[in-house]
């Protein structure tokens, strides 16, 4: 890469881990879509790694649901990267990587899902074995559990990073309060804090990230973020204006879903806003819409890391093109941003002010 894209990096909350700002993740694609199943499937990942490798990323991440069957993706990426550090022992050195998990959906039985201690436990374990890692570096709890007390959550927690089966846990989708109170509950017993959250955030998915969670970025929470769907399941790279490509995300088995948002996003006007914002991209910072999505959310401050969902090298080359652009970002590029979207959230936690003066790494 040439200096003008290099990888910056980011403290992730108080872990003491930096995390390339842009990260790569499995959630979709290696183990679900066709082609991308088995022996081709890791081929293809073995290239998609190299890729983000080559270009700095450091953090890999996965979770035990993902793939058909679950897990898939887990074994892809373990066997992916086991190869490569034989082809790239410097590369992949264990030491300079960062590789998650999370954990919740494990299987259909009745103590196969959820964060009790036995399936927290068995379910780092097993997903251990299909990354063919000894310990991961970040296991999330990837959802909240209703069922099982906070306290227990914690204490589960804690055993997985004391055992050396993880540094650090961390959180996906939790609220505000069910962080505060875990952290609370962490320190007066002498258990292990979450540290970090997985939340969805985009241009058009805000509120979260940039009011709910706002107390939780300064001491003594110093939350970190690892932020996914940061175009919006595809539909910011503008690959859907105009109907579902083939073999597109959400063309596959148990994501129709996806196609019920998307048509609720042409009935909103979000797909016209995507439409202008294209326009904005090319006219303004001479980039793609997706380079101007990625962007905008790296130049948030509380944003740790993006993670990325490519298929392919040429995918990932054109990402991490985005770099360049988030530096190029001033604030009236942000404000005019904010126009055209009209989800900027007010009048509290809005990261557009002075708060983006702080680019953090870039």
């Known amino acids: 890469m040439n200096d003008a894209i290099t990888m910056p990096h980011r403290m992730l909350g108080r ?10 993740g499995f959630w979709a694609t290696f183990g679900v879509k066709d082609g991308l199943l088995s022996d081709e499937g890791i081929t293809q990942a073995m290239a ?5 490798r080559n270009a700095g990323v450091n953090l890999f991440d996965n979770a035990e649901v993902y793939g058909s069957p679950r897990g898939e993706a887990e074994r892809i990426m373990g066997e992916a990267i086991a190869r490569l550090r034989i082809e790239h022992p ?15 959906w494990g299987g259909d039985g009745v103590n196969e899902k959820g964060l009790s201690r036995k399936h927290v436990m068995e379910g780092t374990a097993a997903a251990l074995g299909r990354l063919q890692v000894d310990y991961v570096d970040l296991v999330f709890c990837h959802r909240p559990d209703p069922l099982t007390p906070t306290e227990t959550v914690v204490r589960a927690m804690t055993d997985v990073v004391r055992s050396g089966l993880a540094t650090a846990w961390g959180t996906s989708e939790w609220s505000a309060h069910q962080i505060t109170e875990a952290v609370w509950i ?6 292990e804090p979450p540290q970090f959250e997985q939340p969805q955030y985009n241009l058009f998915h805000r509120e979260r990230v940039e009011q709910e ?6 001491p003594p929470y110093s939350l970190g973020t690892t932020i996914w769907s940061p175009l919006m399941s595809g539909i910011l790279t503008g690959k859907y204006n ?19 948002r998307l048509a609720a996003h042409h009935e909103g006007g979000v797909i016209d806003k995507v439409r202008a914002l294209t326009e904005f991209a090319a006219r303004e910072l001479n980039c793609s819409m997706t380079q101007l999505a990625l962007a905008w959310c790296a130049r948030n401050p509380h944003v740790s890391t993006v993670l990325l969902g490519a298929t392919k090298p040429e995918q990932l ?23 055209i979207t009209g989800t900027r959230p007010d009048p509290y936690g809005g990261f ?6 702080e680019l953090k790494g870039l």
């Open 242 to 260: 105009d109907g579902i490509p083939d073999g597109s995300r959400m063309t596959q088995p148990g994501y129709e879903w996806l196609q019920a």
């Open 15 to 24: 872990t003491g881990l930096q995390v390339s700002v842009f990260s790569y």
């Open 213 to 218: 969670y706002h107390p939780l970025y300064a």
């Open 186 to 191: 962490a320190r007066s017993m002498g258990l």
């Open 48 to 52: 998609c790694l190299q890729t983000a």
């Open 317 to 339: 080359d054109e990402n991490l093109a985005a770099i360049p652009v988030a530096r190029a970002m001033t604030q009236d590029h942000l404000d005019a941003i904010d126009a």
């Open 90 to 104: 410097s590369a992949w050195r264990r030491s300079d990587i960062l590789i998650t998990t999370k954990i919740f």
């Open 352 to 357: 557009g002010g002075a708060g983006m003066r």
